[in-house]
């Protein structure tokens, strides 16, 4: 059974800064591509980030690139996402989740990856 814990969402205002973070358990970590997804309310849910199991390869959606940041630490099981200069547009529930046979690719479609977690809010006010 593999877990994913979201953490780190919250209320902040447009310009501002979040750090979420992920932690995975049950299952190995480091061979398997981590990404991130959100949903805001009556808006399908999208891609966000994603990492390589080896944190050399990252790929981001066009309307977070040169804001966000996302990166693993294999020893800890944890995947961050570094949300600079936020926008109330990336007001949404953020989800992690894993995929395990993407043969080292990072997919930005949602319904390929396998475990998610529960989701935490980040609302950017403005």
């Known amino acids: 059974q593999v877990q994913l814990a979201e953490s780190g969402g919250g209320l902040v205002q447009a310009g501002g800064s979040l750090r979420l973070s992920c932690t995975v358990s049950?299952?190995?970590?480091?061979?398997?591509?981590m990404g991130w997804f959100r949903q805001a309310p009556g808006k399908e849910r999208e891609f966000v980030a994603g990492i390589g199991w080896g944190g050399g390869r990252t790929d981001y959606a066009d309307s977070v690139k040169g804001r966000f940041t996302i990166s693993r630490d294999n020893t800890k099981n944890i995947v961050g996402l570094q949300m600079n200069s936020l926008k109330p547009e990336d007001t949404a529930v953020y989800y992690c989740?894993?995929?395990?046979?993407?043969?080292?690719?990072?997919?930005?479609?949602?319904?390929?990856?396998?475990?998610w977690g529960q989701g935490t809010q980040v609302t950017v006010s403005s």
């Open positions: 049950g299952r190995t970590f480091s061979s398997h591509v």
């Open positions: 989740a894993v995929v395990f046979s993407s043969g080292g690719d990072v997919p930005v479609a949602w319904y390929v990856y396998n475990y």
